[in-house]
């Protein structure tokens, strides 16, 4: 009687177990943002082409990397297996670039199709230099980009610092996150006009 009841107890405590870990699901984040609806900033043709985004290999993952609150000297960070990215955050981070740049300029995504023969075309090459979130504080960013024309060899060379301030909880950090992202998009599309305004004397710029 004793063996039937322990393995009773140990059969209810492992399914006590299973429904526990079976209670916390696995929720996905996107950065593309939806369309605002705002007239894009140039009505002539242009294409793009936004290359894979260069950022820190700790990065390159699915889930979510936070600074970790419990960390006295502010080095630990926690990489959230139930918090997720759709895909992989450089490839999120580059579809998110593509897409919103598009819409502000009104723009042709060439980057996964080919080349017209006849137009040229702007190549956007970005890196994500530095990057800190921290739930309930403030997500950071840096923000690296060089803009090139098909045609010529001239470039235009740009980077952006920005700091977004976060409720608590992983919604707000990435609604957080997509603003840094927007502030990149309206900051390489202001960059991208100017070099197409005037090529021949684009400089570097920071902000």
Known sequence: MISITSTRFCGIAAALLLAGCASAPTHFYTLSAPATGAPPIQSSK????????ALPERLARPQLVVRSSASASGARVDILEQERWSSPFNNELRDALASGIANRLGAIDVSRSGRPTDQPVYRIAVE????????????????GWTISRSDNSRSSACQL?????????????????QR????????????????????ATAAACQG
């Not at 242009?46 to 985004?53: K, L, W």
């Open 128 to 143: 994500l230099r530095q990057f800190d979130a921290a739930p309930g504080q403030q997500v950071q960013a840096t923000y």
């Open 161 to 177: 610092n920005v700091t977004e301030a976060v409720e608590p909880g992983i919604d707000a950090l990435v609604l957080g996150v």
């Open 46 to 53: 242009i294409f793009i082409e936004v290359t894979p985004v």
């Open 180 to 199: 840094t992202v927007a502030d990149a998009v309206n900051g390489i599309a202001a960059n991208l006009m100017a070099f197409k305004a005037n090529p």
